[in-house]
């Protein structure tokens, strides 16, 4: 059951409560009759792949319509790369760019606020700084880290976690912390853990072990990485563990964290007991919050609880309001057959494109032909001798309209360069730069 505006408004308030920035009622800052009485305006939230995607795609394929993008942080940083760059092997100016230089090149408003709720009745997102009203509203808030699965309501353990041991996989300030604390990293057990399904890209716990196990060994640090798994055992990354990194790399797979003493360092899954020196804990994902303050998340087909948003076929259009699209990580499961879309900046980028499609049509009284996204995924299976993973993965319609994915993998060294290739024509797509 969909919770009602009432239920939501409640829960922006508990966020207040939580230490987020409070939710100032200022006056709106467009008179309700204006938003719909020009040619209609799109509030896009968060500005990633997805968010990035959707406000460049609306300046080409509806320039009547206003469009702002409202993002937390003053400047993009993308995860993609990120990998590399924690162990030095990439150029952090490539991965970011400041959001305003963006928006006044391309044509749209950019706002740095804190979005703290969605009035859904009166079409108003709220910020901190008022509400902001909507024709539209594309939500791309990306994913949260759900540490209450692990701690519950302990928020001095959940505080803890985040700043002691976070995981850097959400843009922000967090890799120069995580990447600093490597730096003074001066041996023993590095923990990672790597949560269940559905998640943020995939593979990026295995890249990220086998970059770090090869720094320690280049810097001679006496590290291991120890790599708890809850899912199934990944047998690619396993093998090369295996031939590669024995003693570097512990790799225990269908392992779900039950418990964790911060204060001991010591972790209990479901494959026994650790103790580690410093850890990377990344605890089960679900949407951003602002899916769950907007009321668009709820229970999945089979009826079970879900913590992302519900999207009806290839629109990306929120169950619970044809306001309102959803893009990114945050959305749940498309298909009986395959659940959720790959969680990938690929993926967001596609959904971006395809929202701006359907913005555009509705906002001309028509409507958009049914487009899916396609994802391409590069990671790095071994850094020495280099191995190099694309997994293409594309999707097409059943003739029932069920959504059908197919998977081709392809491994070579020299796919190193179609990675970065890939990096750059997407950084470019966002910013403007280019065709
Ligand atoms: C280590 C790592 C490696 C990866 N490698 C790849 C790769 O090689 N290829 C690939 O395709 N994908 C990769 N990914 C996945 C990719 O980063 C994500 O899938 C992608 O970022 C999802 O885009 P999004 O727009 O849904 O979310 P995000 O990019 O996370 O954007 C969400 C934005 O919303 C903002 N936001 C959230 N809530 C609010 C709020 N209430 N108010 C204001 N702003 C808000 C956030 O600050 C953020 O900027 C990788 C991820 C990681 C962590």
Known sequence: MMPSRRQFLTATAALGALGAMPLVRAAPLLPPASVSGKAGRVLIVGGGWGGLAAARHLRQEAPQLEVELLERLPAFWSCP????????????AALRFDYRQVASRL????????????????????????????????????????????FGDDREAIAQARSRYAPAYTAGPEFAEVQ?????????????????YPYRCPPAPFERAVLLARWFQARQIPGRILLVDANPPNPG?????????????????????????LEARRLVAAAGEFTFDSA?????????????????????DDGKASGWAQVTGPSLQSRADERIFV??????????????????GHVANRMGRIVAKEIAARAAGKTAEPALPDNLCYVTVNPEPLDVLLMD???????????????????????????????????????????
């Open 180 to 196: 600093r604390r490597l730096a003074d990293f001066k041996g023993g057990d590095l923990l990672i853990t790597v949560p269940p």
């Open 237 to 261: 990354y396993a093998k090369v563990f295996n031939e590669f990194f024995r003693g570097r790399i512990h790799y225990v797979a269908n392992s779900p964290v039950r418990r964790i003493d």
């Open 327 to 344: 893009i990114g990580d945050a959305v749940g499961a498309v298909s009986p057959l395959f659940g959720h879309y790959p969680k990938s």
């Open 280 to 300: 990377m804990l990344l605890p089960p994902q679900q949407a951003g919050e602002l899916a769950a303050l907007a009321g668009l998340t709820g229970p999945d």
């Open 107 to 150: 044509g749209y408003t950019f706002l740095q606020a804190e979005v703290t709720g969605v009035d859904r009745d009166r079409r108003q997102v709220l910020t901190g700084q008022g509400p902001l009203e909507y024709d539209w509203l594309v939500l791309a808030p990306g994913i949260r880290h759900d540490y209450s699965a692990w």
């Open 393 to 435: 993965t594309q999707y097409k319609f059943r003739s029932d309209g069920v959504i059908v994915q197919t998977l081709r993998q392809y491994r070579d060294p020299d796919l190193a360069a179609d990675e970065l290739a890939w990096h750059g024509a997407l950084m470019a797509e966002m910013q403007g730069l280019g065709a």
């Open 81 to 92: 790369r990120s990998n590399h760059w924690l162990v030095g092997e990439a150029d952090g």
